[in-house]
């Protein structure tokens, strides 16, 4: 059975850094990619980054040159590395796999991912 779990979430003042963590289980870990999500309180998710299984990386416009996203396919995780992060970044975030490339992340394809996670909370204050 498909499983990711995120972790790393928390409090954290502007201009901060944080580093999410999707750990997965049940799958071929390789052969998927892993997008990052967020939902801010009575916002729309939005697409946040996405990791092929290659060399293919994606990012919203809103968190360009200030998240990283990478995996470790021996430990079966995917990170998202937060800097500099403001109010606006607050939100739930949850991380979705999908198989081989960010083709649903890319056309928002909701339901062509195959498991999420439960979410983490990110909160940005002072």
């Known amino acids: 059975q498909l499983q990711l779990v995120e972790s790393g979430g928390g409090l954290v003042q502007p201009g901060g850094s944080l580093r999410l963590s999707c750990a997965a289980s049940?799958?071929?870990?390789?052969?998927?990619?892993i997008a990052w999500f967020r939902q801010a309180p009575g916002k729309d998710r939005e697409a946040v980054s996405c990791?092929?299984?290659?060399?293919?990386?994606m990012y919203a416009d809103s968190v360009q040159h200030r998240f990283t996203i990478s995996r470790d396919n021996a430990k079966n995780t995917v990170y998202l590395q937060m800097n500099n992060l403001q109010p606006d970044d607050t939100a739930v975030y949850y991380c979705?796999?999908?198989?081989?490339?960010?083709?649903?992340?890319?056309?928002?394809?909701?339901?062509?991912?195959?498991?999420w996670g439960q979410g983490t909370q990110v909160t940005v204050s002072s």
């Open positions: 979705a796999a999908e198989k081989w490339a960010c083709t649903a992340y890319s056309g928002n394809y909701i339901a062509q991912f195959a498991a």
């Open positions: 049940g799958f071929a870990f390789h052969t998927y990619a």
């Open positions: 990791i092929g299984t290659g060399t293919t990386r």
